[in-house]
């Protein structure tokens, strides 16, 4: 009845954010433009926040056009009632990772050899973490311990938290 009425070609109050119907407001480009730009500038942790229905999800699916064009290696974290190990597996899914994804250590040492490349050939990696309010302890703290990966550049690995 909505799509009749104003004469829409798709329905834009569909369950799943999609990006093509965000209103890009000045704010949303201004929280995208920070996003990228902390992800240029390596600077470690971003936060995006915003009360429930403000578009953070939304903006979050915007940033991998940003990503993929600009060959920006990235894992996505959606699924956040998970344990510090299923993180892991998760971030070795995302980033393909050539190691056994159920070890820590082998994701950890595949992982460190994947930032330290991409470093070299003048690039970042990014872990996007949405809902991140409802992270468990354990996994914000293992997330917050994946941010020392560093070199006298600045931080291999760009982490960004919504919520």
């Not at 940033?63 to 998970?82: G, K």
């Not at 050939?121 to 992270?135: K, S």
Request: hydrophobic content about 40%.
């Amino acid at each position: 009845m909505c799509n009749a009425f104003f004469g829409f070609k798709e329905s834009p109050f569909n369950l799943s954010p999609d990006p093509a119907f965000l209103y890009r407001s000045a704010q949303h480009e201004e929280a995208l433009a920070n996003l990228i730009y902390g992800v240029q500038s390596r600077k470690g942790f971003i936060v995006l926040t915003g009360e429930v229905g403000t578009g953070k999800t939304t903006l979050l699916e915007c940033l991998p056009d940003y990503l993929y064009e600009h060959r920006v290696e990235f894992a996505f974290l959606f699924t956040l009632r998970i344990k510090p190990e299923e993180m892991y597996e998760m971030i070795a899914y995302d980033l393909d990772l050539r190691c056994n994804r159920s070890s820590k250590t082998e994701i950890i040492d595949a992982l460190n050899d994947l930032l330290i490349q991409q470093a070299n050939q003048g690039y970042t990696v990014v872990l996007i973490v949405d809902e991140a309010h409802n992270l468990a302890w354990e996994v914000l703290e293992e997330i917050r311990m994946l941010g020392n990966f560093e070199n006298r550049t600045g931080k291999l690995l760009q982490v960004i938290l919504a919520g």
